[in-house]
């Protein structure tokens, strides 16, 4: 079995596992972004992370990486909803008809970090860590991941507010290791033809 095998496998096993345990998460964060850090550099692809409820918790972790300058290009993060509209280019009519808490909001804030950062994938967080900020529609724990590259645009929606007991920052690194989860799958399926 090829090394570029044995790697892939293993990143499938990762890219399949459950969101851990508060008290698992330092251990399968860091085997999170050890894949894909591998993953990355072996398929050559940029990244960069547009985070507004996380506030750069995905960011953090994957620059901890040594030698992650071969892919993380651009991370930002815009919390504020008038730092979206100016910064990301999303219209306020955009916002005030889909909410900045929704897969819309997600895929045109990928989109608008990919702008700013020319890079292969851009992967963004939007959602309501809590402990307060959450309604019917988008209860605390609610949380949506955009992925865009050249000619993608795909948006995941994640509902945790039924776990008991998880403070804001419990939230927030659920948050951040299941859209790194979602950037590992992305980039699992990504066709070479796609690098650009």
């Known amino acids: ?14 890219a399949k596992a459950e969101l851990p345990k508060p008290s698992e998460m330092n251990q399968s964060r ?9 993953v990355l550099v072996a398929k050559k692809v940029s990244v960069s992370l547009c985070e507004s409820c ?8 994957l620059v901890k990486h040594p030698h992650c300058s071969s892919y993380v290009k651009y991370n930002e993060v815009v919390y504020d909803i008038n730092e979206k509209i100016e910064h990301l280019d999303i219209p306020r009519d955009f916002l005030d008809e ?3 808490y929704s897969s819309q909001c997600a895929i045109a804030m990928a989109k608008g970090n990919r702008r700013n950062s020319g890079c292969t994938i851009s992967v963004s967080i939007t959602g309501v860590a809590g ?5 019917e529609l988008n209860p605390v724990g609610s949380f949506y991941v955009g992925v865009v590259t050249k000619e993608h645009a795909q948006a995941f929606t994640f509902d945790l507010s ?10 927030i690194e659920a948050f ?3 859209a790194l989860r979602e950037l590992l799958r992305f980039v699992l399926a990504l066709e070479p033809d796609c690098r650009s």
């Not at 039924?162 to 939230?171: I, K, L, P, Q, V």
Request: glycine residues 12%; hydrophobic residues 30%.
């Open 1 to 14: 079995m090829t090394e570029i095998k044995m790697l892939e496998d293993r990143a499938r096993q990762i």
């Open 30 to 38: 860091k085997e999170l972004v050890d894949c894909l850090h591998n």
């Open 54 to 61: 996380t506030g750069g918790q995905a960011s953090t972790w």
């Open 98 to 100: 889909f909410g900045q």
């Open 131 to 135: 402990p307060t900020g959450g309604n």
């Open 162 to 171: 039924e776990m008991n007991g998880y403070d804001r920052e419990e939230f």
């Open 176 to 178: 951040a290791y299941l």
